[in-house]
């Protein structure tokens, strides 16, 4: 009997810490790539761009030759604060945003107004916290999501090609200029004695910018899928 309870709790250790995380991986793995083939890219450059983020993001590889990767200082504010920008978390969604609306040759204004929608919603569940950084709490996180998927949607409902670029670019940049932009003064505003960073892009932003420009897309995925197999099954 003994024997047969560590057999089970070895079990469902194995459960819990091997396969649930393997899987989690996985379905993760299966939603990005499907995603960046939405985008018009492959899986293994999805995985590249991905994994270029992380890298140049997480300062995994700053110190090497001396050079930081991570984050990239722009100017001191105040004796304490250093104001940077990341790498993974803003320049790789700027540089990749760039290259998507050139690429579909998106409109400019709808751009610009997906920005500034979804910059509003993120603005409105997002607060500075001197010690975080830019924050939001469950389930609000999730609005920009949602909003930066409709505007594409209504944007380029007679287009779908297009719908899956500019979710991203507006997801991404959007969390970038409500998040960070918006809130940049009012962190400043904190009185610190100590040097303290304040990266755009970076820490919670960089997890936040990444989901939303990737689940906006999966969503848009979705909604179109749904849209066809409804119109399949009205033909029969």
Do not use: C
């Not at 990341?86 to 760039?98: H, R």
């Not at 919603?121 to 469950?138: A, E, M, N």
């Not at 304040?198 to 989901?211: L, N, Q, T």
């Amino acid at each position: 009997m003994t024997d047969a309870a560590s057999f089970i709790d070895l079990a469902v250790q194995y459960l819990y810490f091997v396969l649930l995380p393997l899987l989690a991986l996985y379905i993760a793995y299966l939603i990005v790539t499907k995603a960046f083939q939405n985008m018009g890219f492959t899986s293994l450059e999805a995985v590249i761009i991905v994994f270029a983020s992380f890298i140049l993001g997480s300062g995994i590889v700053d110190g090497v030759a001396g050079i930081r990767f991570s984050n990239i200082p722009l100017f001191t504010y105040h004796q304490f604060w250093v104001v940077g920008i990341n790498v993974g978390g803003a320049v790789v969604p700027i540089l990749l945003s760039i290259y998507l609306s050139i690429k579909n040759k998106l409109l400019s204004w709808r751009i610009l107004v997906g920005i500034m929608l979804v910059a509003v919603t993120t603005y409105l569940v997002t607060y500075p916290d001197p010690d975080k950084g830019i924050v939001s709490r469950f389930p609000f996180w999730i609005l920009p999501i949602v909003i930066a998927s409709v505007v594409s949607l209504a944007f380029y409902r007679k287009q779908k090609q297009k719908a899956a670029p500019l979710a991203y670019i507006v997801g991404s940049l959007g969390v970038l200029v409500g998040a960070d932009v918006f809130h940049l003064l009012t962190l400043l505003e904190y009185e610190i004695h100590t040097t303290r960073q304040a990266v755009i892009g970076g820490a919670s932003v960089f997890d936040m910018v990444f989901i939303t420009g990737i689940l906006a897309v999966f969503l848009d995925g979705f909604f179109i899928f749904q849209q066809k197999r409804k119109k399949t099954d009205d033909r029969y």
